[in-house]
């Protein structure tokens, strides 16, 4: 199920809200919820639903295994049997093919049988959520809960359940306390405006946009100079609406019902230097890359060399998380040497003039998003030599057909981000809301589109 | 480094310096005004919407009458001129068919066979729209003796919804589902009439509507009282001498390869409407003969030298042929103009043939009897 179809807008979401409020107890409302996740997520396939089950009762029992644990070496090792029980999923389902045919073409003779495997929607999001919580009551930071329907609520959120934010327990465990309390007018508006907002961001801008770049890069092949520039813009954009829209859907979902998700995108297009981009781009991601990888590594506390290599580790198996391609590691070892260069270099860029460091930074992040968006490394390749071999500049392609990249690329450079906006909370704003939804409806309606986000 | 993230945490906009107080201090008394305002404004935004869309009605789905329509409602059309047609004398035979029997002039049969034949072939007509306008034909006259079916596979291709035409009319879609009479269909079909009102295209409509009202334009088609449609505009250029017979045949000859490329199975749904028409029209006691149009040679020159578009066109074929044996039913393969002796220079385009061959066509059929 998608936020953006009739049968969450006009069905799934009215019904478990109204569920919601009408019960009043603790337990109800996250037994309600659990179970409107398994909805949510079983509409695309019920049967990976018992596998989501199996992901959360592994991480919630060894939560309290870790909490029972006379040692901290025996805490230690039951977080390392849960988070190898997560990986081996993941792997399984996300890797095995991919490692498995890069081993045959190497080496033909292998024993490795290629499987008939479906990718779980979701897989990497929920994974992640169950390793940061197995880390966190492993290092204290939070306690293992012992109610099972909140655990489950925590991970089947259906707001952040298929696509993120990856939410830590501890960042939600607050307001999942407080789940019974009465419902607050000033959040509901401002579930409403984020919801609002993230829908223009997805219906109106980035469909309309993947509906421009994508029959250029079905031919990526006879693309010339200004196409390639055109398609790689566009889906730079594109790949910022639809994400960072999603990320305020499930914001605005997230007040409706009680609880705070945390901020995701900050305006990444403005960024100063990778390292600024990275702290504005999918900030839950990189958060937890950080902390449950990047740290754990050891940081920048093993001298300047071990840093920069725990740097590319981190990066190139966060290039991985996307997806098993080479395309997506290549993207993450590319990001992983920027970071380097940003800290090598970062004085000298420190001093260019604020407007030519963004550019620059907007332009890196452009080039890589060619490997991100790119099928394969033949792909990857056409397009970026058709952007940088200018043979000529005349061009058959309708710019003027850009025009919804243009409207874009403005609303990146001067637009607020949707956190910085101040929703109105009064009811005479209520009409404006009402106005945008309807709005946004107008572009949905018949017109479907998943997120780019759900592919990984 | 990894990012150290300023932003981290569930701060609300705004009050970025801290979470927001507990949700424990709301008034319980004003617990859903925001949200029943928002409802009630989207309730009132939608049905001003709905009001002033039903009159402007740019599809004639509703009651407005007073802006000029933007689409041909075909299958409308010819519902109302079979009613006409049948009121002055019981219509004993009908054509069915898309926009390649549109053109067939049902006064051949009547002069061949006898009787009262009525065109009813619609643009884009598939496999549906032949068992449904049968079923209500059947209970329109009694006498209705002859189904003639002029088929072709894109009638049955799976790659397509049903007509936007097709699904806003309730009289086709309800006798199709055999849902006549139930107030639950009726609601349900009105609601999803006015559910694709609310899309960026109905607006774009109602603004050409509006437009078209200060913007007089003629009429390209026209449909005869005997049902069989009339090319107004290509008939005015050939008289002129400004028809390029040869460019439009060209242009279409590529598109019909596009649409047999991608036909590689039919869809069995509309192979079920077709055979369900020829089991009910046997079982009614009356004949039904079917035959398959005609392409123009250049199209058929194209599709030989494409092994996959040639292999796809033969299976399909092959389906409706197979219905010879299957269901003992008439089925005419005229493909090849030349069974009827068709003239290729005339043609409108590479898929839709001049009335004269559509004369010959009906001669041709009538030459054996029905």
Known sequence: ?456 | MIAVLRNEGSQPPGTKEGRMNSALDASPVRQFQFLRAFLGWLAFFVGAYWLVYSIIDPRRDFFGRWFPAVVTKIRQGKLDAFDRYNQQQPVTGILLGSSRSAVLEPAVLDKAIGGRFFNSAVFAGQAEDYLAFYRVYRTKSPALKHVVVGIDPLALDPRDDRTADFAANFTLVSHLEQTQGSPVAATLHWLGLYKRTLRTEAVAEMIRSVRGLFNKTRDSVEVAPDGHVRYLERERRIKEGSYDHAASIRELVGFAMDQYRGIDKLAPERMKYLETLIEEVRRDGRTITLWIAPLHPDVMAAFRADPVVEANYRRSIGYLLGLRERFGVRVDDLTDISLYGGDPARWYDAIHYHPADGRKILAHMAGKGL
């Open chain 1, 1 to 456: 199920m998608v936020f953006n179809s009739d049968i969450f807008l006009l069905a799934f979401l009215p019904v478990v809200y109204v569920l919601f409020w009408s019960f009043h107890s603790k337990e109800a409302r996250y037994v309600l919820l659990a179970a409107a996740g398994y909805v949510f997520y079983g509409w695309w396939d019920w049967r990976f639903c018992f596998l989501l089950l199996f992901s959360s009762l592994v991480s919630y029992f060894t939560g309290i295994a870790i909490d029972r644990s006379a040692t901290k070496a025996e805490g230690r090792r039951w977080m390392i049997a849960a988070i190898t029980v997560d990986l081996t999923l993941l792997g399984f389902f996300k890797y095995y093919n991919f490692f498995a045919s890069n081993i045959l073409a190497v080496a033909p003779g292998t024993p490795l049988p290629l499987v008939n495997v479906v990718l779980p929607v979701g897989i990497s999001f929920y994974t992640f959520h169950t390793i940061s919580y197995v880390i966190d009551v492993q290092r204290g930071v939070v306690k293992a809960t012992r109610n099972l329907w909140e655990y489950l609520t925590y991970v089947n959120l259906f707001s952040q359940l298929v696509a993120g934010p990856i939410v830590r327990f501890r960042q939600i465990e607050e307001d999942l306390e407080k789940i019974d309390g009465p419902p607050r007018e000033d959040w509901t508006a401002l579930g409403i405006g984020f919801f609002v907002a993230g829908m223009i961001k997805k219906v109106v801008i980035a469909d309309r946009i993947a509906a421009l770049v994508n029959p250029m890069l079905a031919s990526h092949a006879t693309m010339g100079f200004v196409e390639s520039w055109v398609a790689a813009l566009g889906y730079a954009c594109q790949l910022y609406f639809d994400f960072s829209g999603y990320s305020d859907m499930a914001v605005g979902l997230g007040y409706l019902f009680g609880l705070r998700i945390p901020q995701n995108f900050n305006a990444p297009y403005r960024a100063a230097g990778i390292t600024d981009f990275w702290r504005r781009w999918h900030i839950s991601l990189s958060s937890w890359l950080r902390d449950y990888l990047y740290i754990a590594l050891g940081g920048n506390r093993k001298g300047t060399f071990r840093t920069y290599v725990n740097l590319l580790i981190t990066m190139l198996l966060g290039g991985l998380w996307h997806g098993a391609n080479w395309t997506f590691i290549i993207w993450g070892a590319y990001h992983g040497a920027l970071l380097i260069v940003d800290r090598l270099a970062g004085g000298f860029f420190q001093r260019l003039p604020r407007l030519v460091y963004q550019l620059q930074t907007f332009l890196l992040v452009l080039i890589g998003w060619v490997f991100f968006r790119s099928d394969n490394l033949d792909m990857a390749l056409t397009w970026l030599g058709k952007m940088f071999t200018p043979a000529t500049l005349a061009t058959d392609f309708p710019l003027a057909s850009a025009w919804m990249i243009a409207v874009a690329l403005a609303a990146i450079c001067f637009v607020p981000e949707t956190w910085d906006i101040r929703f109105p909370t009064t009811r005479r704003w209520a009409p404006v809301y009402a106005a945008g939804l309807l709005l946004t409806y107008f572009f949905m309606n018949g017109r479907e589109s998943v997120f780019l986000y759900y592919q990984f």
